[in-house]
């Protein structure tokens, strides 16, 4: 890299994450990983942002320099109005979860959905054309998810959801480019055997709560592909039921390293070490 404005006067890549509570993100050693893995100098830090604080955080990231950062729960949305610029997708989504710095302008992007999506496709089904998804909840997850999805040719996408009108809500706001209906979780039960893939995007079966599953696995059909956001646990209840009886499985890990890898890739410019990231994601796990 010869771009000298990635760089701060100290001649090291600044970059990190702010959320509430962050702790327990395991961003900071995916992303130190991946800097050594490329030989940058640079330092990737966790930063404990209270919501009342957003902006004044994010004018400390132009003063202090920083290359880039990413934005977690519950902040993705709030720090849109500090930003100079929104990506296209990020505009449609409504949330960002990185932001670039070039020079004291900050572009809000969200990698989150393209990140998942290009997780799908690489560990379970590569081409999405065609196929009938349902997607479980409609919160700022769904959100970047469907968003993706509807991208991608499906023959049709359905959102069910506890409150049925954020899910119809969701649908009415994308059909323009894609098949796609809300529905209430009531309803869910008959829709399960027309589908070729199903996606979790709420927090049921997330650490601590990982006895439950969104869904009854026996009304899944053994033909389709199961995915789980969640990796913390990496076998949720969902997965482990869905592959007892035979469904492809495919767990949230991949949907991390890869809203990180796109990250990364806005902030370097170079190919991000996929490998290197998930495995220290995973060893920080063991
Ligand atoms: P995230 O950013 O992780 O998507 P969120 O925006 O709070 O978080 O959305 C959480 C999603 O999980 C919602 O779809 C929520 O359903 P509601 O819209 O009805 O609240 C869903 N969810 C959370 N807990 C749930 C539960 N116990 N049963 C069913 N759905 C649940």
Redesign the pocket.
């Known amino acids: 890299i010869t771009n000298s404005n990635l760089f701060t006067g100290t001649g090291s890549l600044l970059l990190g994450v702010i959320g509430d509570p962050i702790a327990h993100s395991k961003s900071p050693v995916m992303h130190q990983a991946a800097l050594a893995a490329l030989g940058l100098p640079g330092s990737y830090v966790p930063m404990h942002v209270k919501p009342e604080q957003v902006g004044e955080a994010i004018a400390g990231i132009k003063a202090l320099g920083f290359r880039g950062i990413n934005v977690t729960?519950p902040h993705?949305l709030e720090v849109i109005p500090y930003l100079d610029h929104l990506d296209e997708t990020a505009l449609r989504i409504g949330a960002v979860n990185t932001i670039v710095n070039d020079d004291g302008v900050l572009t809000g992007y969200n990698t989150d959905g393209i990140g998942y999506v290009r997780s799908l496709k690489e560990e379970a089904v590569p081409d999405l054309k065609g196929k009938r998804i349902m997607v479980?909840?409609?919160?700022?997850?769904?959100?970047g998810i469907v968003y993706a999805l509807s991208l991608e040719s499906p023959n049709r996408i359905t959102i069910a959801?506890?409150?049925a009108d954020?899910?119809q809500a969701m649908a009415d706001e994308w059909k323009d480019q894609a098949d796609i209906r809300g529905i209430s979780?009531q309803q869910l039960a008959s829709e399960l055997g027309d589908i070729d893939i199903l996606i979790n995007?709420?927090?049921?079966g997330m650490h601590p709560n990982m006895s439950?599953s969104?869904v009854d696995v026996d009304l899944i059909p053994e033909q389709a592909v199961v995915s789980d956001?969640i990796y913390n646990p990496l076998q949720t209840k969902l997965l482990e039921g869905s592959e007892a009886k035979g469904c492809k499985v495919h767990g949230g890990l991949g949907m991390f390293v890869n809203q990180g890898a796109y990250a990364l890739e806005y902030w370097t410019g170079l190919p991000a070490p996929v490998a290197a990231m998930r495995t220290a994601v995973l060893n920080s796990m063991a």
């Open positions: 729960i993705k479980l909840g409609a919160g700022g997850a769904a959100r959801n506890r409150t954020k899910a979780m995007t709420t927090s049921v439950y969104p956001l």
